[in-house]
């Protein structure tokens, strides 16, 4: 009977930590790393001389003469560095904050004397020998958070060249009234565009047997129509008829004296911003790329963004944020937003100067993105806001999560426009490693950062985490905040804690659209309305408000008078207002001309004592075609019109008149 060979022991895959130990204790032979003694290289292992080289052993390809496939003992980015005489001529020093890598190390099977794979593994699992210094891990100090005790580099900035002096491009002599600021917004040239569209709306709701009875309304009774709006913001009831109850608990005597209360029913519902008959042609082309849904608001629009942009420069800093104008009438236009006070309505983009509010720019979002950059709703908005006019002008933007990312601040620094902004921390290129990382549960006021180029990313610790980017910041220059805390027992104290300076002046800047809807939520005139583009008028007017208030602000500092607070402003343009139609009514005047009296008659007047500043686009020109800016206008008829040797629309348009 034969005899089987015992079956020799399946050698240990995995080590306990005592016998890895004492593996690297034992000193070294030939029969597990082959070191060349013969090598006159002034590096005592090839990953060292890796290192040295600029290489990283872990990311690029080491040729060791092997056909087995090369792995790291230890996790990216850590390395086992044995120090060395030669770490003295040129290693740097490590990093006082030191870990020792979780993943156990990688245990290789003896090479062969002379094995060509022997210098390879010298890589995989660098030897300590018997009474040399203990290892320490080295880290790449660029690839990690740092703290408020590492330095930051103070960035450079653009200087602050704007095209116009900052603020109202206005004459600073003359005093303004609230009406002469708000027809800076509502002209009245842009009035007589809303009273003819509302005139051939009412004929045609007329001949299509509608009840109201119409009557064509005038520029002065327009101007009225809009006092008795703004009224409404200054006196709240349940319904528009309550203005004019006879019931003893309302009894409001001044709408009555404008207008009754069918007129303004009447106007109300006729009111019409585009013409009837070009909306007809527009809804033709519903479905194709030519139909445009913004038209029946369009005339309105496009004056009103003109006039914001003209008769007023921002100053350095300016914030960009949205604006829900509330709606829940059914239309594609309508969004909602979970997170924001108005849930349903219209979306506006606003780019505001952050110390006044002045609302500078805007555009209403249409549902889909009409721009092809490629790179984002986010990114297109903040370029369509910032416009040619203030890009390359040393500008600094302030923006939330939505809009920040390093690819818009990149773009915008190459422009010589500075931005700083709260991030989300998903962003590509955005710092990923855990390496002295923010902990969970850090004490408030906690700050780490880091520099990636011009960008500075910062996170700090309030109540909870808060990331920013910025690209004119330094991470810390030694700024405070006070905060109320409680301690064990429950008393409440306040502390001082470091904030970053990116931190800061977000909070201090960042409010511009705030301050704005603020002003405008205080006395808003927006009521209930069947049609969409109604909203969009009611909204319009409180814009000319508040920017002809902030205006009237702005001119009384200059000339060192108190300003009137927001309601006495809107109480005086109400009266200003509802006086024009009485005016109009009163003064017939004379058939003559030659006969009316010279305020009456139609002379050239100039926006603004600078030739550039204020200009408006022709009426004659635009009417041929033309896009021609003046700063010349009619002070009776206010119609932005040419007046140059060549070219004289002044006298053409009045003739044609």
């Not at 210094?133 to 880290?139: H, N, S």
């Not at 309302?250 to 009754?260: E, I, L, R």
């Not at 997170?339 to 720019?361: C, Q």
């Not at 007047?605 to 021609?628: L, V």
Request: net charge positive; proline share 6%; glycine share 6%.
């Amino acid at each position: 009977m034969a005899f089987k060979t015992p079956p020799k022991p399946r050698k240990r895959l995995f080590y306990g930590v005592a016998e890895v130990l004492a593996e690297f204790e034992r000193p070294s032979d030939t029969e597990d790393f082959v070191e060349s003694e013969s090598s006159d290289s002034n590096y005592d292992s090839a990953e060292e001389e890796a290192f040295l080289r600029g290489r990283d052993p872990a990311g690029d390809e080491i040729d060791s003469g092997s056909g087995e496939e090369w792995e790291p003992a230890f996790p990216k980015r850590s390395r086992l560095v044995t120090p060395t005489p030669a770490a003295s001529r040129g290693l740097s020093s490590p990093l006082p904050r030191t870990s020792t890598p979780t993943q156990r190390p990688t245990v290789k099977k003896k090479a062969a004397q002379g094995s060509p794979s022997s210098s390879g593994a010298a890589l995989l699992s660098p030897r300590r020998q018997v009474g040399s210094p203990p290892q320490v891990l080295e880290q790449d100090e660029e690839d990690r958070w740092h703290d408020i005790t590492d330095e930051d580099e103070e960035p450079s900035l653009f200087r602050f060249l704007p095209k116009r002096p900052p603020g109202p491009q206005l004459l600073p002599n003359p005093i303004y009234s609230p009406l002469q600021l708000f027809q800076l917004f509502f002209s009245s040239s842009v009035v007589r565009t809303l009273v003819d569209n509302t005139n051939k709306f009412g004929e045609v709701s007329a001949a299509a047997g509608k009840k109201i009875k119409w009557a064509e309304v005038s520029v002065g009774e327009f101007y009225a129509f809009i006092g008795i709006i703004v009224y409404m913001g200054l006196v709240k009831v349940k319904s528009i008829k309550d203005l004019w109850s006879k019931n003893q608990l309302y009894q409001f005597a001044f709408p009555s004296t404008v207008m009754s209360s069918k007129r303004f029913a009447a106007i109300s519902s006729n009111l019409h911003m585009s013409d009837p008959q070009e909306d007809e042609e527009n809804m033709k082309k519903k479905g194709t790329p030519a139909y445009d849904r913004l038209f029946k608001i369009k005339p309105l629009y496009t004056n009103i963004l003109s006039a914001c942009r003209s008769f007023f420069q921002p100053r350095r800093e300016l914030s960009i944020d949205e604006r829900m104008v509330a709606s829940k009438a059914r239309n594609g236009l309508k969004q909602y937003m979970k997170a924001k006070p108005t849930k349903w309505g219209y979306k506006l983009f606003i780019l505001a100067d952050s110390a006044s509010g002045y609302t500078w720019n805007f555009f209403v979002y249409e549902g889909r993105s009409a721009f092809t950059s490629g790179k984002g709703l986010s990114y297109d908005t903040v370029h369509t806001l910032l416009d040619f006019s203030l890009l390359g002008h040393g500008y600094r933007v302030y923006m939330d999560n939505f809009y920040t990312s390093p690819t818009l601040f990149t773009d915008l620094l190459q422009n010589n426009t500075l931005a700083c902004g709260t991030l989300r921390s998903n962003w590509q290129g955005f710092l990923h490693t855990k390496r002295n990382d923010l902990p969970k549960r850090a004490e408030r006021g906690t700050i780490r950062w880091y520099r990636h180029g011009k960008l500075l990313y910062v996170k700090w610790m309030d109540t909870r985490a808060v990331t920013m980017c910025s690209t004119m910041h330094k991470a810390y220059k030694g700024d405070t905040v006070e905060r109320r805390v409680k301690d064990k027992q429950g008393v409440w104290s306040t502390i001082s804690v470091p904030v970053p300076a990116a931190v800061k002046d977000y909070n201090k800047h960042m409010g511009g659209v705030d301050l704005s809807d603020a002003l405008i939520g205080y006395y808003n005139v927006l009521h209930k309305c069947r049609k969409w583009y109604k909203t969009f008028f009611f909204h319009f007017i409180d814009i000319g408000i508040v920017n002809s208030f902030i205006l009237h602000q702005q001119l009384a500092d200059i000339h060192g008078q108190a300003s009137l607070t927001q309601k006495a402003f809107r109480e005086a343009l109400v009266i200003e207002l509802t006086n024009v139609m009485k005016r109009s009514e009163e003064v017939a005047g004379p058939s003559d001309p030659s006969k009316q009296p010279a305020q009456e008659k139609c002379m050239p007047a100039f926006f603004s004592g600078d030739g550039t500043a204020g200009r408006r686009k022709c009426e004659n020109c635009k009417k041929e075609g033309r896009q021609t800016k003046t700063p010349v206008f009619c002070a009776k008829c206010d119609v932005a019109l040419c007046l140059v040797p060549s070219r004289n629309c002044f006298k053409q348009w009045h003739d044609e008149k």
